[in-house]
C-alpha cells in the first residue's frame, strides 16, 4: 500500500479524475473494498465543495464490471490468457531488450497519460530515456501542444499565466476563444467567469459552435456578452482584424511595448496591408461586431484571454495561440491579475505530465532535451547519459508502427480512439511487433497488445496532479478494490529496474518518486508533499518556503531577452476546403457528460443516461437542402472514413459546418479527422476536415 493509500472509516480527500481544472473531492470506502462512494469535500480549494456531474458519478467506475482484474498475455491463437505478474513482467522486458538490439532504441515509444500522477509519468519518461530514446509523449499532442510551443517561445512557461481566482476578482472583459468552459470546465465556467460576469464583467465568446458557454452567459438585463460565431479555420483572420483595430484606433500600451516586447514592427509590417472587410467576408462575422470586440478588450481596465483546443487543433495552432499573445503583449495585458493568456487544460493532469517532461523534446521543468547545460544538469541527478535529439511526437510515432517503430508501450492511453484518421491507426498498429497496455480498462487499443497490466484507479493511489492554472495537489487513495491489480507506479518501477538495475528506478511510495523530481524540475524544486499539503501550491516555487505565484511575468519574462514576443502571423487555411465531393466543413467538441475517449464517461451509468450515442449537429438551411430531419439516423463521412450517427437540426452550428464528437467508439468523429500536423507544434488538424452527409434511414415513428 502506498503512502497515500488508507484504510479508515473517514472519507479520503483527493482530486476529481476529469478535466484539468482540479476540483477536490472526498472518497469513502464501504465494507466491501468495491463500494466507493463520492463525498463533496466543502472546504476544497479550487471548487469549494461544487462539483459538476462528471466529477459527482467518478466513483461509479472505479469497481465496474469491465475493470481489468488480472494480468493478460495474447497467445499464438490471438486470444488473451490470464498471466501471473512475473511472466508478464519478464515478457516485457525481453521484447524491449530484443527490440532495442535488433533496431536501435528509437524503435520504441512510449505513450504516457493525463489521466496519472505527476510521479507516474516522470518515471515512464526516465525509464525511456535510460532506454536510450526520447520517443516518450502524451494526450497534450492532440489538445494544447501548439499553445504550449507558442507561449513557452514567446513568454517563457507553457501554462495559463494567471490563476482562476485572481481572474475571477480583476478581469473585466474575457476573451474566450475556440473554447467551451460551460460543458469542457463547469466549474470553472459557473463558479469563476459566470460569476465574475454576474458582478459586472463583459465575455467576448469567439467559436463556430454556439454552446452551453454561449447560453451561460446569456444573462438577462446586461448586454455584455458578444458570441462571433465563425467559420472553422479563420481565426487568425479574425485576430488580424482586432489587431489592426486595435493599432489604426491607438488602443495600444505604448509604454509596455517599449519596455517589455519584442517584434511589435514585424506585426506592424504583416498588417500594413491586411484587408479587414474581406477578412471578415472569409469569417462570416459582421466586421462591426469584430471591430466593436476589439475596442471592449483593448480598453478594458484587465482583459484575459481564455484559449481552448478550437484555437491549438488546427495546422496553423501556433500561429492562432502566437496571435492571442500579441493581442495581450500590444496592450499590455500580461504580467498582473486579471490579464494574461490562460489555455483551459482538458484533462486532470494534462499539465502536470507536460510539466515533468512526458514529452519528446523537454526534460522535467520544459528544459530542451538538445540543450547541452539542461541536460548535463539532469544527467548528473539520474547517473546516466540522455539522447541529445528530440524524439517521435506520439502522432509521429503512430504513422512509424510496423516501420521505424517496432515496439510501443502505452500507459492509460487510447491511441486508436484519440489519434486522427483512426482507422489507419489501427492498421499500422497491427504492424506492429510488441506493445503493452497499461489501464483499467480493456480499451479499444488493448484489443492489438500482447500485454495488458491491470492498473488501480484513480481513486485507489496517491500521487499528485497539476491542474490548469499551474496548482499542485495531492491526490489520496482507499484500498485497492481488486487484489491482484497494481500501481501504475509500482508497475513502471518494477520493470525499470529489471531493464536497469534498482539504481534510480525502485521507488516505494509516490513521495519519494516527487523527492527526486524536485531535484531536475526547477519549478517544482521548492514543493514537499507536506508543503502542499490540502491547499496545493502554484509553480513555480524555485525554493523551500515558495508560496506560487497566481500570476506570471510580473517583472519580465521567462525567455533569452527576458521580453515578451511578437510576431505577425498570416492566414493558413485548412488542409481540407468544401469542394464538390465533400461540401461542408466538418469541426468537433467535447461534451459535459464525457470525456476524451469514453473510457470511463462511457461505464458511468450516471453519464450515458444523459447522452448514450453520439450525434451531429445539421443546420436548418443544410438538413432542408439534404432533407434531414431531427431524429434521422445519417451517414457522415470524410476522405478517411465514415460514422453512422442521430441528426440534430440546430442553428447551434453555422450553415455548411457539421459538428460532432469523439468520445463514442462505435461512432468516433475520429474516424473522419484528418491526421495533417502543425509544422513545428506536430499537432492534428482536428478541427477542420471536408465532410459530406448521406441520408440513411426512415425518421424514427416516435
Not at 547519459?385 to 515496439?407: A, C, K, M, Q, Y
Request: hydrophobic content about 35%; proline content about 5%; overall charge negative.
Amino acid at each position: 500500500m502506498s503512502s497515500d493509500q488508507h484504510q479508515t472509516d473517514e472519507p479520503v480527500t483527493t482530486i476529481c479524475p476529469y478535466c484539468g481544472v482540479g476540483c477536490g473531492i472526498q472518497v469513502q470506502q464501504g465494507d466491501d473494498p468495491g463500494d466507493v462512494q463520492f463525498m463533496p469535500w466543502g472546504d476544497a480549494p479550487v471548487n469549494e465543495g461544487r462539483i459538476c456531474i462528471k466529477g459527482g458519478a467518478a466513483t461509479e467506475v472505479v469497481d465496474h464490471e469491465d475493470r481489468l482484474t488480472d494480468p493478460l498475455i495474447k497467445d499464438n491463437s490471438g486470444e488473451f490468457r490470464e498471466a501471473t505478474w512475473d511472466e508478464c513482467y519478464e515478457f516485457i522486458v525481453d521484447e524491449l531488450e530484443r527490440i532495442r538490439a535488433a533496431y536501435g532504441p528509437d524503435a520504441v515509444g512510449f505513450f504516457g497519460s493525463s489521466k496519472t500522477m505527476n510521479e507516474e509519468n516522470y518515471l515512464l519518461q526516465k525509464i525511456a530515456r535510460r532506454y536510450g530514446t526520447n520517443n516518450v509523449d502524451n494526450c497534450t499532442r492532440m489538445c494544447h501542444a501548439s499553445t504550449v510551443w507558442a507561449l513557452r517561445t514567446s513568454l517563457g512557461a507553457g501554462a495559463m499565466t494567471n490563476s482562476m481566482a485572481d481572474l475571477r476578482a480583476e478581469t473585466d472583459v474575457f476573451w474566450i476563444q475556440g473554447a467551451n468552459p460551460g460543458e469542457q470546465h463547469p466549474i470553472a465556467n459557473s463558479q469563476y467567469f459566470r460569476q465574475a460576469v454576474l458582478d459586472g464583467a463583459t465575455v467576448i465568446q469567439i467559436d463556430p459552435h454556439a454552446n452551453k458557454t454561449t447560453r451561460s452567459f446569456q444573462i438577462d438585463e446586461t448586454d455584455r456578452h458578444m458570441h462571433l460565431q465563425l467559420n472553422p479555420g479563420t481565426d487568425v483572420p479574425l485576430l488580424n482584424i482586432v489587431l489592426k483595430t486595435v493599432l489604426e484606433n491607438d488602443w495600444l500600451d505604448d509604454e509596455f511595448i517599449a519596455e517589455r516586447t519584442e517584434g511589435f514592427e514585424h506585426l506592424q509590417e504583416t498588417l500594413a496591408d491586411f484587408d479587414t472587410e474581406a477578412a471578415a467576408e472569409e469569417c462570416a462575422v459582421p466586421l462591426a461586431d469584430i471591430e466593436l470586440a476589439a475596442e471592449k478588450y483593448a480598453t478594458a481596465d484587465n482583459a484575459a484571454i481564455f484559449t481552448g483546443m478550437g484555437m491549438s487543433q488546427h495546422r496553423c495552432g501556433v500561429d492562432n495561440v502566437q496571435n492571442e499573445i500579441n493581442l495581450a503583449l500590444i496592450t499590455g495585458n500580461l504580467g498582473r491579475p486579471g490579464t494574461g493568456v490562460n489555455p483551459l487544460r482538458g484533462q486532470n493532469n494534462v499539465q502536470g505530465t507536460c510539466d515533468v517532461g512526458a514529452m519528446p523534446n523537454v526534460l522535467p521543468g520544459y528544459q530542451l532535451v538538445d540543450d547541452d547545460e539542461a541536460r548535463e544538469r539532469v544527467e548528473e541527478v539520474w547517473g546516466f547519459d540522455i539522447p541529445d535529439e528530440p524524439g517521435l511526437t506520439n502522432v509521429e510515432v503512430s504513422h512509424e508502427f510496423g516501420d521505424g517503430i517496432r515496439g510501443l508501450y502505452v500507459m492509460g492511453e487510447n491511441p486508436i480512439m484519440s489519434e486522427p484518421d483512426a482507422n489507419r491507426v489501427a492498421e499500422r498498429m497491427e504492424e506492429l511487433e510488441f506493445m503493452v497496455v497499461q489501464d483499467i480498462f480493456p480499451t479499444e487499443t488493448a484489443e492489438y497488445a500482447d500485454v495488458i497490466l491491470p492498473a488501480t484507479t484513480w481513486a485507489e493511489r496517491g500521487g499528485t496532479v497539476t491542474n490548469t492554472d499551474r496548482r499542485v495537489q495531492r491526490m489520496r487513495g482507499v484500498e485497492k478494490v481488486h487484489e491482484n491489480t497494481k500501481h501504475d507506479l509500482e508497475i513502471l518501477s518494477e520493470i525499470g529496474t529489471r531493464l536497469f538495475g534498482a539504481a534510480g528506478f525502485d521507488f516505494d511510495t509516490p513521495e519519494a518518486v516527487f523527492e527526486e523530481l524536485r531535484q531536475v524540475c526547477p519549478s517544482y524544486h521548492g514543493m514537499t508533499y507536506d508543503l502542499l499539503g490540502e491547499e496545493g501550491l502554484h509553480w513555480p516555487c524555485y525554493e523551500l518556503g515558495d508560496e506560487g505565484d497566481p500570476y506570471l511575468y510580473e517583472e519580465e519574462f521567462d525567455t533569452e531577452s527576458g521580453l515578451g514576443h511578437i510576431e505577425g502571423v498570416s492566414h493558413t487555411p485548412p488542409a481540407e476546403t468544401p469542394d464538390e465531393d465533400y461540401p461542408l466543413i466538418l469541426t468537433t467538441g467535447r461534451l459535459e457528460e464525457h470525456y476524451n475517449t469514453g473510457t470511463m464517461s462511457r461505464r458511468s451509468s450516471t453519464l450515458n443516461r444523459q447522452t448514450p450515442e453520439n450525434f451531429v449537429d445539421v443546420h436548418p438551411a443544410d438538413a432542408e437542402r439534404y432533407s434531414i430531419e431531427a431524429g434521422q439516423m445519417v451517414t457522415l463521412a470524410s476522405r478517411r472514413g465514415e460514422i453512422t450517427v442521430e441528426a440534430k437540426v440546430t442553428d447551434d452550428t453555422k450553415e455548411g459546418v457539421v459538428w460532432t464528437t469523439p468520445h463514442f467508439a462505435a461512432a468516433s468523429a475520429n474516424k473522419l479527422t484528418n491526421d495533417v500536423l502543425d509544422d513545428r507544434a506536430k499537432i492534428p488538424e482536428y478541427k477542420a476536415a471536408a465532410a459530406e452527409i448521406e441520408v440513411e434511414l426512415e425518421p424514427d415513428a416516435d
